[in-house]
Nanobody, 119 residues
Framework: QVQLVESGGGLVQAGGSLRLSCAASGRTINSQVMGWFRQAPGKERTFVASITWSGRTTSYADSLKGRFTISSDNAKNTVYLQMNTLKPEDTGVYFC????????????WGQGTQVTVSS
């Protein structure tokens, strides 16, 4: 069983930056890929980015390319999401997830961390 714990969320002004972390424990063959998703208030959860543990392969939502960067630290079993030039529309709960392939499905989910961007 894979356990995922997110951290790093908070309140930031528009234009600011945040780095989210996702610590994974109990890694298995079913958690070769890690992803970040987000859910804005009243909206469905959407894909943000994904990465293999090696870090060699990444994927991003088109609208977030250039502002968000996903990275992995295999030795620390931790995946990061660096978010720059944040906008109010980036507000939401950010979830970490683990799966087998880059396009999902993702079988394991963290509890989420709140990101609020004020204008």
């Amino acid at each position: 069983q894979v356990q995922l714990v997110e951290s790093g969320g908070g309140l930031v002004q528009a234009g600011g930056s945040l780095r989210l972390s996702c610590a994974a424990s109990g890694r298995t063959i079913n958690s070769q890929v890690m992803g970040w998703f987000r859910q804005a208030p009243g909206k469905e959860r959407t894909f943000v980015a994904s990465i293999t543990w090696s870090g060699r392969t990444t994927s991003y939502a088109d609208s977030l390319k250039g502002r968000f960067t996903i990275s992995s630290d295999n030795a620390k079993n931790t995946v990061y999401l660096q978010m720059n030039t944040l906008k109010p529309e980036d507000t939401g709960v950010y979830f970490c997830a683990a799966g087998v392939i880059m396009t999902g499905p993702f079988s394991y989910w963290g509890q989420g961390t709140q990101v609020t961007v004020s204008s």
